[in-house]
């Protein structure tokens, strides 16, 4: 039975205000929010992508340019080397030394009416031969009999400072050569000879020895030394052991004091030979990664230069008073236009660079 409501029950059950049912109002409502809540995250999702490309594209120019300039920097284009650790400055500035060389004005001096030169180098003559190499036209620009003793790997500084059978190939290092040429009227050239059964693929070492043994020295007018290339290369000392008063560069197993010493033995036995040392030019080397750079800023394991060796060989030029030939601080063949001057490889010159160094060495040559 359901109990029985009086008018005045009635009256307590109306509020007075009629409370609004309609539904699609209070959806609307909240409808407004929703929209409003969607165009903020849409203008936050809009402002976090761009902020997210102009950090990505920052990122992307900085990687770009370190690339590019670690590649310019292998390749060893415009190095900075104004001050490289040391190191004197890269500022082309020639270190060419000149000494005027008359033969004819030395007691005793005659003429044979034959010109003829030699050379002795490293790697940097030996990948200079053949047609239009360094002997042809050293040959051609000045009509002398122009002989090349070349070898690879051979360097200035030995390897042990007593010769060993344990390393034979010191017998083919310049100041071995330079003593065997010196010794006695005609050279002595046994110990190169005696090598050749220590040393393993000596093919190569068998054709300079046929060709060294034969040549008259006491009738060579100028002999050219290229060397340094290797001796940078192996990482051979610039001064090795004691420095004194007899020895003021070192002992024979730097490059410094070796070159020293053979100038000495050469400016002693052939009074009527000009003598002239002609640098290394601007190259790349390989590191020990194997990329390519600039010899100027690639530091071996005497954390040298290949300048350092150049400016070394220059101060033993000088204390004998001997011709320098500075292919290296050279300012018509340096790091800023080395693509015309060096094969594809970089490691040597080309038939254009070749011809620079020759005409540069011609300038040096007495009667020339």
Do not use: E, M
């Given at each position: 039975m359901r109990p029985a409501f009086d008018d005045e029950d009635l009256e307590k059950i109306d509020l007075g205000t009629p409370i609004s049912t309609n539904e699609s109002e209070i959806y609307n409502e909240e409808d407004d929010y929703d929209i409003q809540d969607d165009e903020e995250d849409e203008e936050n999702t809009k402002l976090s992508k761009i902020v997210q490309i102009i950090i990505l594209s920052a990122i992307?120019?900085?990687?770009?340019?370190?690339?590019?300039?670690?590649?310019?920097?292998?390749?060893?284009?415009?190095?900075?080397?104004?001050?490289?650790?040391?190191?004197?400055?890269?500022d082309v500035e020639s270190a060419d030394y000149f000494v005027p060389f008359n033969p004819s004005a030395i007691e005793g001096y005659v003429d044979d009416g034959e010109q003829n030169i030699v050379i002795l180098g490293d790697d940097t003559i030996l990948h200079a031969q053949g047609e239009n190499g360094i002997s042809d036209l050293l040959a051609e620009a000045t009509g002398a009999n122009v002989t090349t003793l070349a070898l690879s790997g051979s360097t200035i500084a030995l390897q042990e400072l007593s010769y060993t059978q344990g390393y034979a190939e010191d017998a083919y290092n310049l100041y071995y050569i330079i003593s065997a040429i010196c010794a006695g009227d005609m050279g002595n050239y046994d110990l190169q000879f005696a090598a050749l059964s220590e040393i393993e693929n000596n093919n190569e070492y068998?054709?300079?020895?046929?060709?060294?043994?034969?040549?008259?020295?006491?009738?060579t007018d100028t002999l050219i030394i290229c060397y340094g290339y290797c001796d940078y290369l192996a990482g051979r000392p610039l001064t090795a052991g004691d420095v004194y008063?007899?020895?003021?560069?070192?002992?024979e197993n730097g490059t410094t004091g070796s070159l020293d010493d053979c100038l000495k033995l050469l400016r002693e036995r052939f009074p009527y030979m000009q003598i002239i040392i002609s640098s290394p030019s601007y190259c790349f080397v390989a590191d020990e990664n194997g990329d390519m750079i600039g010899a100027d800023v690639y530091f071996n394991s005497e954390k040298a230069t290949l300048g350092d060796y150049v400016l070394n060989a220059k101060n033993a030029a000088e204390a004998n008073h001997v011709s320098f030939v500075d292919n290296y601080f050279f300012e018509d063949f340096n790091f800023a236009n080395y693509e015309d001057y060096l094969d594809e490889d970089g490691a040597f010159p080309n038939e254009a660079g070749r011809r620079l160094i020759v005409a540069h060495i011609m300038g040096f040559i007495s009667g020339n």
């Open positions: 992307a120019v900085i990687l770009f340019s370190s690339i590019f300039l670690l590649i310019r920097w292998q390749r060893g284009s415009a190095p900075d080397v104004t001050d490289n650790n040391g190191n004197p400055a890269y068998y054709d300079y020895w046929d060709k060294l043994h034969v040549i008259d020295f006491n009738k008063g007899a020895q003021p560069y070192g002992h």
